[in-house]
């Protein structure tokens, strides 16, 4: 059974600072999606990693995927407050859904 | 662009009522999914379907119905509501989950909030 664990699920970080959320999953597979969701919407896809070493940035976030390592990470450089959200990564195969991890950026 | 749209927005069951949550999409996709969405549990697969004619279960199927007899179309059925059911509903489509169209994400509709008393 596939599993997909994020860490951490709650965090909350000043303006300016960097951090990494990070996804781990259980089996095989290539393809690793993030997702962000703000409070009572719905889902929007941010980033789709395609292959082991996958990078991909758009503004303050940066998604990377390991297959090797079954691990995929979500950093975000000089965080504002319009990034507070809870972000969510899946793993094909179903497409099946890690937890969530709810950020608040704080002033 | 519609995109995927869920109906009803919102709705309330008596425990033992059935109902079914609509969803349609308008991009001609061949994958359709159904995930419940419950407070630190993240999203939870329901069922699926590759193409018309075509279903699947996800984690957690017991309780729910699908039927996929066109592309647009992937109604959820719930037999006989269970306070256990009350949730936020997403429906999701893609092109495809795999072959050609590997790089389309998830499309996702607004959601149904489901409360059953």
């Known amino acids: 059974e596939l599993k997909v664990e994020q860490n951490p699920l709650f965090l909350s970080m000043q303006e300016g600072k960097n951090y990494t959320i990070y996804c781990n999953y259980s089996?095989?597979?290539?393809?690793l999606y993030w997702y962000r969701q703000d409070p009572g919407k719905s889902l929007e896809s941010l980033f789709v990693?395609?292959?082991?070493?996958a990078v991909k940035q758009e503004g303050r976030l940066m998604a990377s995927l390991d297959t090797k390592a079954r691990l995929s990470t979500l950093h975000i450089t000089a965080a504002v407050h319009d990034l507070s959200a809870t972000y969510f990564c899946?793993?094909?195969?179903?497409?099946?859904f890690g937890t969530g991890t709810r950020l608040q950026v704080f002033p | 662009n519609a995109g995927v749209t869920q109906t009803p927005k919102f709705q309330v069951l008596k425990t033992g009522q059935s109902m079914t949550l609509q969803c349609a999409q308008d991009?001609?996709?061949?994958?359709m999914s159904w995930y419940r969405q419950d407070p630190g549990m993240g999203l939870r697969l329901i069922h699926y379907?590759?193409?018309?004619?075509?279903?699947d279960q996800g984690e957690v199927p017991n309780g729910y119905n699908v039927s996929r007899s066109t592309t647009e179309d992937f109604p959820l059925r719930l037999l006989s509501a269970a306070p256990s059911q009350t949730s936020v509903y997403f429906c999701?489509?893609?092109?495809?989950?795999?072959?050609?169209?590997?790089?389309?994400?998830?499309?996702f509709g607004n959601g149904t909030r489901l409360t059953v008393t």
């Open positions: 999701a489509s893609s092109r495809n989950l795999a072959g050609l169209h590997a790089n389309s994400p998830l499309h």
């Open positions: 089996t095989t597979s290539d393809r």
């Open positions: 990693l395609l292959s082991n070493g």
């Open positions: 899946a793993v094909e195969n179903k497409l099946i």
């Open positions: 991009m001609n996709h061949e994958y």
């Open positions: 379907s590759v193409g018309a004619g075509i279903t």
